[in-house]
């Protein structure tokens, strides 16, 4: 117990003794950690943005109007669609929901010529992951086309093609890019610490000459990077909680839902909270043991 609090005053001392290099180790840890957060986020709302495209309706099946005026056969259709293993879910949009839609997005003057309703009913299909791809969707089409009571079927081979390839892309590259950027921010961190223990070089030295083992050395230097490490990740939480604030008109994702379990900003605050910790414990044992060496 005794060498535990010797340790933690040793490093509560260190930390506020070399105030420059303590200063400049935790605005460090503290950049670097904001720099990842903001990271997160963006790859969390473009993950979230390629999904929520993805489940977006993969074909449009136009119903023709003597169908659509027919409940029961309307019904009917909507049935057989649903029916197909290819198709997720399908939304039934009336004449009226379309003229709405449309008057909507490009306002009643566009409309204030026309007598008739033009739109017709359609249905929004929703395709099962393995079916969205362009050849599955136009498989599809064809066997809807075949349908009776449908005038039309519309998907975008190109927009889905384009999805695929992005979600594939940004996937590969975020793999890629993450673990050079731990990389770096774990040298970043061992770098600055590493600067604030060779700033005390006279008083390692001076333990090893009255035998202090490695051990004892250390262990005031690890505990004031987690120290630091804390201190500047709870200055990247802050920042973030700030930026989330500044951005809350923006559709931004501050959280990850993997099923139909939701983690929240507070989850990703505390990541952040406990990387700085790790990380700071991380790059003092890895400054310290260089320079034991």
């Known amino acids: 117990m005794g060498k535990l609090f010797y340790f933690v005053k040793e490093a509560l001392r260190g930390f506020l003794q070399a105030k420059l290099m303590t200063f400049v180790s935790i605005v460090t840890i503290a950049v670097a950690l904001f720099v990842v957060g903001i990271v997160l986020v963006a790859f969390l709302s473009v993950h979230h943005w390629m999904v929520t495209a993805l489940e977006d309706p993969g074909l449009v099946v136009y119903i023709e109007d003597a169908v659509s005026g027919d409940s029961a056969r309307c019904a009917s259709l909507s049935g057989r669609i649903r029916e197909f293993p290819q198709v997720v879910g399908a939304v039934m949009v009336s004449k009226d929901t379309a003229w709405s839609r449309f008057e909507t997005l490009y306002g009643p003057e566009m409309l204030d010529a026309v007598d008739v309703n033009p739109f017709p009913a359609s249905l929004e299909v929703s395709l099962v992951t393995q079916s969205q791809s362009p050849e599955a969707a136009a498989e599809l089409k064809r066997e809807i086309l075949q349908l ?39 040298s970043l961190i061992a770098n600055t610490i590493k600067l604030t223990i060779y700033a005390r070089r006279d008083l390692v030295t001076n333990m090893r000459f009255v035998g202090a083992t490695d051990f004892y050395i250390k262990m005031p230097f690890v505990l004031e990077g ?25 559709s931004l994702q501050w ?39």
């Open 255 to 293: 959280g990850l839902r993997i099923g139909t379990l939701w983690l929240g900003p507070s989850y990703l605050f505390l990541l952040i909270f406990v990387v700085g910790v790790t990380f700071g414990w991380i790059g003092s044992m890895s400054a310290v043991r260089k320079f034991l060496q």
């Open 226 to 250: 987690m120290l630091q490490g804390m201190v500047g990740g709870a200055a990247a939480v802050l920042g973030l909680v700030v930026l989330r604030f500044a951005l809350a008109s923006f």
């Open 148 to 186: 009776d009571g449908v005038e039309g079927v519309y998907y975008s081979r190109e927009w889905i093609a384009v999805l695929n390839k992005l979600r594939t892309w940004f996937t590969a590259g975020a793999l890629l890019v993450g673990p050079f950027l731990f990389l770096a921010l774990h």
